[in-house]
């Protein structure tokens, strides 16, 4: 795939060219809520060449092979709700569950020769309760709520709110994951391991590591693919009606949503 166009944000390039996702990690690119951003604008913050990144996203994509399956990029609401749910929110449990019993262990033995230790314990514990809640509220409202908009026919009464207004909650909360994920990336050192450090604090930093990209992926598929088609399904299904009532669009009850 080539990309041209300096109108693309990075967010449509990560979408569109998956493999472009590794080279704007690998720079500090920000892809996920940063994600509204041109190449242009976001590589220029970053003292970046835009077009060598552009290089660098094409040349990773040549490298996919032909009989690569297809991407969650081309997934519909339903199916890419489906992915989230089993591999990112999955995921995120499984690692914030992993550091739960590391961190405690690391600030024992390390916590007085390294006191950042303390402010990440801090962040970490608002991050888990933040993003539990978070997922828990995805997988009981939102998503079920796009499912219905997927649905052909599908009605189900309830408040004529806009599907709007749950996403911006989760965009909101979006934000303050990812100045999380930040604040304790910088406090470990962008996740190096010292030399001659032991095996719970290599451990730790790799959990770590690993739930800081995996959420900002996370992110990104929902930001710049899932809620935005959201968004169209809605206008959509209005267009059609001839209404701007929710009510004939899938909106869920809010009462067994959180049943």
Known sequence: MTIKASHETVGSIAVSTPEAVSVFMSHGLDFCCGGGRTLEQACAA?????????????????????????????????????????????????????????????ISAHGDSQPELHAVVETFNRFRAELFDHMIREERVLFPWLRRLEAPGSVHTGPPWSVARPISCMVHDHDAAAAGLASMRSAMLDYAIPAETCGSYVALVTALKELDEDTRIHIHKENNALFPAGIRAEAECNARSGSSDAHACGMPDPVHSHD
């Not at 990144?53 to 297809?70: L, N, P, V, Y």
């Not at 992993?98 to 961190?103: A, C, Q, S, Y």
């Open 46 to 106: 970053m003292g970046l060449d835009a077009e060598a990144i552009r290089a660098e996203i094409q040349e990773a994509a040549g490298r996919r092979g032909a009989g690569e399956r297809e991407s969650w990029s081309t997934m519909g609401m339903s199916d890419l709700a489906d992915h989230i749910e089993q591999v990112h929110h999955a995921r995120a449990r499984e690692l914030i569950l992993r550091v739960d019993v590391l961190l405690p262990r690391v």
